[in-house]
């Protein structure tokens, strides 16, 4: 994929323009724009080679990457609030006291993914991590902000999703039974995940 011929293609101009490719960030910028029944154009940016007009758009060369009010704006962070802003209804935004449930799960799945030593405590300390969202479900589920998907879950849920892949692939590793909770909170998310696809 070398994304010629992209900058000659004519974008509505009613539609946001997404350059994304695989991965969790992108696929919360997506998740959200469904959340927000924005339309939007996206183009795949191939990350392995990574065509000039994309590095003259965002010279970090990475993705999600959105264009709002005729100007590109990198990082999922910096897009989701940008959305909210400009876009208020619905309303996504987690109450500040929930914004960090489960935020500690994807930098201790990725300290499992890189470890080399079984017995280094790295899979326990994922299990915690999973164990207490799970506690943390079951009481004020199923979603972090209760009943309603709010911009936490769309943050996470792709990052458990990868989790899944990812482990499941390199360690033949799965969610425990005894984690209900996060698993039916994966399926539901995967269901709306699935949806934004349609
Ligand atoms: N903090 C950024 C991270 C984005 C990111 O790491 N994107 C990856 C793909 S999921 C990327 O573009 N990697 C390409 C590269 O680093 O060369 C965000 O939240 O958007």
Redesign the pocket.
Known sequence: MSGMGWERMEWSRRKIELLI?Q????QRVLLTLEEKHLPYDMKLVD?SNKPDWFININPE????VIKLDEKWV????VITKSLEEKYPDPPLTTPTEKATVGSKIFPAFVGFLKSKDPNDGKEQELLNELKSFNDYLKENGPFINGEQVSAADLALAPKLYHMQIALGHYKNWSLPESLPYVKSYMEVSLFLYLGSLN
């Open positions: 490719y991965g969790p960030f992108c990350l060369g990475k993705v999600p990198a990082d999922s962070d």
